[in-house]
């Protein structure tokens, strides 16, 4: 079994910065692809960033591209989120998840992932 548990949201001013973290239970942390994913109010689920097993290659959405960056500390079994320059647009719970064995292609889809996090809101204030 494998426990997720996401802190470091908060309110936060355009412009500014934020790091969420996702804590992982369980020995085999380091074979999971690990992703981060948020959902705004009456929206959907959407895909934020992933990051391989190995923290070799990682994926993001174009919405955050140049400004959120994920990694990730296998001996530490904790997955990171480096959120700068942040956008009202940016407001949401933000959920951390992990699968295994998927292709990189597939990170976007929030199907592959078997696990979840309870999620942590961040907020950015105009």
């Known amino acids: 079994q494998v426990q997720l548990v996401e802190s470091g949201g908060g309110l936060v001013q355009t412009g500014g910065s934020l790091r969420l973290s996702c804590a992982v239970s369980?020995?085999?942390?380091?074979?999971?692809?690990m992703g981060w994913f948020r959902q705004a109010p009456g929206k959907e689920r959407e895909f934020v960033a992933a990051i391989s097993w190995s923290g070799g290659t990682t994926s993001s959405s174009d919405s955050v591209k140049g400004r959120f960056t994920i990694s990730r500390d296998n001996a530490k079994n904790a997955v990171y989120l480096q959120m700068n320059s942040l956008k009202p647009e940016d407001t949401a719970v933000y959920y951390c998840?992990?699968?295994?064995?998927?292709?990189?292609?597939?990170?976007?889809?929030?199907?592959?992932?078997?696990?979840w996090g309870q999620g942590t809101q961040v907020t950015v204030s105009s």
């Open positions: 369980g020995r085999t942390f380091s074979r999971y692809v």
């Open positions: 998840a992990a699968g295994l064995n998927f292709a990189s292609s597939r990170r976007p889809d929030a199907k592959n992932y078997d696990y």
